[in-house]
């Protein structure tokens, strides 16, 4: 199964962007298990306001540096249309969803 429907599966239109980018975060720890990688070193989660390694500090931001290719922009797409909100990708391994969406 692809990360864009594993994602979108952990979803609901219900969820804030805390409670969205928790459940991308712990889905994405146990893909990282699956293909080999330690979720500790490789998976994680930054709260707004918390440092990252882009500038924008609004948005909850999770990222998976060792997944595959460019993961994150087919995810986003996914995670759109299951949350019915904007979340995006800052580089193509990390996604960023919005407080300001809810």
């Given at each position: 199964?692809?990360?864009?429907?594993?994602?979108?599966?952990?979803?609901?239109?219900?969820?804030?962007?805390?409670?969205?980018?928790?459940?991308?975060?712990?889905?994405?720890?146990?893909?990282?298990?699956?293909?080999?990688?330690?979720?500790?070193?490789?998976?994680?989660?930054?709260?707004p306001g918390?440092?990252?390694?882009?500038?924008?500090?609004?948005?909850?931001?999770?990222?998976?540096?060792?997944?595959?290719?460019?993961?994150?922009?087919g995810?986003?797409?996914?995670?759109?249309?299951a949350l019915?909100?904007?979340?995006?990708?800052?580089?193509?391994?990390?996604?960023?969803?919005y407080?300001?969406?809810?």
């Amino acid at each position: 199964m692809s990360y864009a429907t594993r994602l979108a599966n952990v979803v609901t239109r219900t969820m804030n962007a805390k409670q969205a980018a928790k459940a991308v975060y712990a889905e994405l720890r146990s893909i990282a298990t699956e293909e080999g990688c330690n979720p500790d070193k490789e998976v994680m989660i930054r709260a707004p306001g918390e440092a990252r390694h882009y500038s924008d500090d609004t948005c909850w931001c999770v990222a998976y540096e060792a997944g595959d290719y460019q993961w994150a922009v087919g995810a986003s797409h996914a995670l759109c249309d299951a949350l019915g909100k904007i979340v995006e990708p800052y580089y193509s391994f990390d996604l960023c969803f919005y407080p300001s969406e809810d």
